[in-house]
């Protein structure tokens, strides 16, 4: 069956550290990889865009990885502070307009 | 990046009663749109893919004559959960896509079903 699997366990790290989120995919073949912030009950905010031929996008402390061999996308925050504090969702691009998400991992950046 | 306004944040109703949640893009002209809900610490899932002018295109399991999707315009999208339940009670967020396939979310809606 399909999956995304994103570590629902809480994510906390120091600030000024490197969070490292994991999304992991099953039986999709994705033609991009989308990653997004959701603070609570607020609706998803973009953040980076991969598509299957790209191996890393970088945008200000932010770092994405695709491995389609993998099945893996990696999402990267460099010198974490704590209004990083959020969760992330990872959700996947396959051809139809609409997206499917993972389930999402919460980060908690301490000061 | 561009705005999409969902309307109410949040709603508590009876039992048995109609919501209508609208959901609004603001700056630019969404052809379809995406209905999605959210049980506390769970993914996002697709109810439906509203298209301006023609019916909605709803995921398997959702019951299209409970959860009415109307686009009539292509800036407006609305969604009416009829005779509400408690089992109804979620977070439901409308989005629309850009041409670079990135979604723009409205701020979503609690709804509460007494």
């Known amino acids: 069956s399909q999956k995304i699997e994103q570590n629902s366990e809480a994510l906390n790290i120091q600030e000024g550290k490197t969070a490292t989120l994991t999304c992991n995919y099953t039986?999709?073949?994705?033609?991009?990889l989308q990653w997004y912030r959701q603070d609570p009950g607020r609706g998803p905010v973009f953040l980076l865009l991969?598509?299957?031929?790209?191996k890393e996008k970088r945008k200000e402390r932010l770092k994405v990885t695709f491995d389609t061999t993998l099945k893996q996308s990696l999402f990267h925050i460099t010198a974490s502070q704590p209004a990083d504090s959020a969760t992330y969702l990872c959700?996947?691009?396959?051809?139809?307009?609409?997206?499917?998400f993972g389930s999402g991992t919460r980060l908690q950046v301490q000061p | 990046g561009a705005v999409v306004s969902q309307h109410p944040s949040r709603v508590i109703c009876k039992s048995g009663t109609s919501v209508k949640i609208e959901c609004r893009s603001l700056?630019?002209?969404?052809?379809?749109m995406f209905w999605y809900r959210q049980f506390p610490k769970q993914s996002l899932m697709l109810m439906a893919t509203?298209?301006?002018?023609?019916?909605?295109?709803?995921e398997q399991g959702v019951e299209k004559d409970k959860f009415l999707i109307n686009h009539a315009s292509l800036t407006l999208s609305t969604l009416t959960v009829t005779s509400a339940h408690p089992e109804d009670s979620s977070f439901y967020i409308c989005?629309?896509?850009?041409?670079?396939?990135?979604?723009?979310f409205g701020s979503g809606t609690q709804l509460s079903v007494l």
């Open positions: 700056d630019f002209q969404a052809t379809t």
């Open positions: 039986n999709y073949s994705p033609a991009y």
């Open positions: 959700a996947l691009g396959t051809g139809r307009r609409a997206l499917t």
């Open positions: 991969i598509r299957e031929n790209e």
């Open positions: 509203s298209n301006e002018g023609s019916k909605a295109t709803y």
């Open positions: 989005s629309a896509s850009d041409v670079n396939e990135k979604l723009f």
